[in-house]
């Protein structure tokens, strides 16, 4: 490419000065560098080798067909043709012993290695002289990670203004390495190392309980559990039971929040009905978490109205719902009020004897009735369009665990469809789930 023609604006070709590195050229119309070796001349100005192939056209790897402004030949493939760059590396892979990226070769047990495995095998550590594949480079996987991590350890450290506070964050440092491995602790440690930045950027010293739960949020605090962990062990800072249940309660109602945020407009229903009760909170009529066991049926009702194609949830809504979930008809009472009240919806909660039937007739899914069930609609000769469906709906119940009612409605709604080796999926949405092949001859589709 270093010689190749260009054409300019006005259609003149130029051949490009080509070839040495040298300094105080003309700026790289890409890169802007000034020292370099010519690769192209663009009709916009000289572009330096590395940046050349932004100019030139490129073309199609002879191997994989993609296009690509990298291509280039690899002899040693086998290929004659200039090919893009995935295909050039297609000899190399992850070493069976170092797992490096590195171009392989077959040991012949059957092994890929990278060269330095192949020929040298395993060397002795230069840290603690236990053996170790050559391709790591003389460190053994362990004594990698312990200096990183002290290196890593260290780098932060020095951060911190107070010399107690750099004690602290060493000592957790040790810490972390004794309790999750050396490993890990260099992948984590600086990510935790910003909470320690961030608990001492407000205050002199370790903030109490209180100041550190209402300081971070609740996902942070779960985030940085390990830290959190070691000031406790510590006796540096003491979070009791209840605090740590108000995090997690703080959580989970954002949590139902989000997901009621995904709902559309019906989030607007959710939003008043979680500032009734954190009024109703505020007032000390109900606590934490009797507002988050309220928050919680009350999407699940949203949910069940939008899968029936509504906003504003319905009587047969609610007692779709109440039909999957009995045992929440106290629990979204508040919720079925607001949506009453406030919003003009029709509905009247169910009474306690009718919910109670429907708890005594609902039994747990027994998988080996199931199974009776579907061989011997699977033996019987005469199908009729019906049992063929009732088929398809006992395995997607005994295979994936569907329920029976989802099930009867995928069995009706979703298609089905040949997928690899002759076996059948039920298409729905965008998921395949597989029947088996056995499923198909007998049946016959
Ligand atoms: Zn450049
Ligand atoms: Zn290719
Ligand atoms: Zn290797
Ligand atoms: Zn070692």
Redo the contacts with the bound molecule.
């Keep these: 490419m270093a010689n190749d023609i260009a054409a300019t604006k006005d259609g003149r070709r130029m051949k490009s000065a080509g070839g040495k590195v040298r300094e105080g050229r003309e700026p790289?119309v890409?890169?802007l560098?000034t020292t370099?070796a010519i690769g192209k001349v663009t009709p916009y100005g000289p572009?330096?080798n590395?940046?050349s192939p932004y100019f030139s056209k490129g073309g199609v790897c002879a191997h994989c067909g993609k296009e690509s402004r990298w291509l280039s030949k690899v002899l040693r493939l086998g290929i004659d043709q200039p090919i893009c760059p995935a295909c050039q590396r297609l000899d190399h892979g992850n070493c069976a012993l170092c797992r490096r990226n590195r171009l392989l070769y077959d040991d012949g047990a059957g092994r890929l290695l990278c060269k330095r495995c192949l020929t040298k095998g395993t060397v002795a550590c230069r840290t603690c002289g236990k053996p170790s594949p050559a391709g790591r480079g003389g460190e053994c996987d362990d004594c990698y990670w312990n200096r990183l991590l002290s290196k890593r350890i260290d780098i932060a450290a020095v951060v911190f203004d107070r010399k107690e506070n750099a004690e602290i964050f060493r000592a957790f440092g040790e810490w972390l390495r004794e309790d999750a491995g050396a490993h890990p602790a260099a992948i984590k440690i600086n990510r935790y190392f910003e909470f320690f930045l961030e608990m001492w950027s407000s205050g002199e010293n370790i903030p109490d309980a209180t100041t550190l739960l209402k300081h971070f949020s609740a996902g942070l605090l779960r985030k940085n559990f390990q830290p959190l962990r070691f000031l406790e062990e510590k006796g540096l800072v003491k979070i009791t039971a209840t605090d740590r249940m108000e995090v997690t309660e703080r959580k989970r109602i954002k949590e139902i929040m989000a997901q009621s945020a995904e709902t559309g407009s019906a989030h607007i229903f959710m939003i008043r009905y979680h500032d009734r009760l954190t009024e109703r909170m505020r007032e000390g009529v109900t606590g934490l978490s009797s507002v988050r066991l309220a928050l919680s049926p009350a999407l699940a009702l949203l949910k069940t109205a939008i899968m029936n194609g509504r906003e504003l949830p319905c009587q047969e809504d609610l007692l779709e719902y109440l039909g999957t979930a009995p045992g929440q008809r106290a629990a979204v009472s508040g919720f079925v009020c607001l949506l009453r009240d406030e919003f003009g919806a029709e509905l009247a909660l169910p009474s306690v004897k009718s919910l109670r039937c429907k708890i005594a007739r609902r039994r747990p899914e027994n998988r080996l009735d199931l199974e009776r069930e579907l061989m011997e609609l699977m033996r019987s000769v005469d199908k009729s369009e019906k049992d063929r469906r009732k088929l398809v709906e006992l395995s997607l119940r005994y295979f994936h665990r569907i329920p029976a009612r989802m099930a009867r409605k995928m069995a009706v709604e979703d298609q089905l469809v040949e997928i690899d080796g002759g076996d059948m999926a039920v298409l729905s949405g965008k998921k395949h789930y597989w029947l088996p092949k056995q499923l198909y001859y007998v049946t016959s589709f």
């Design positions: 790289c890409r890169c560098r370099y572009a330096c590395a940046c």
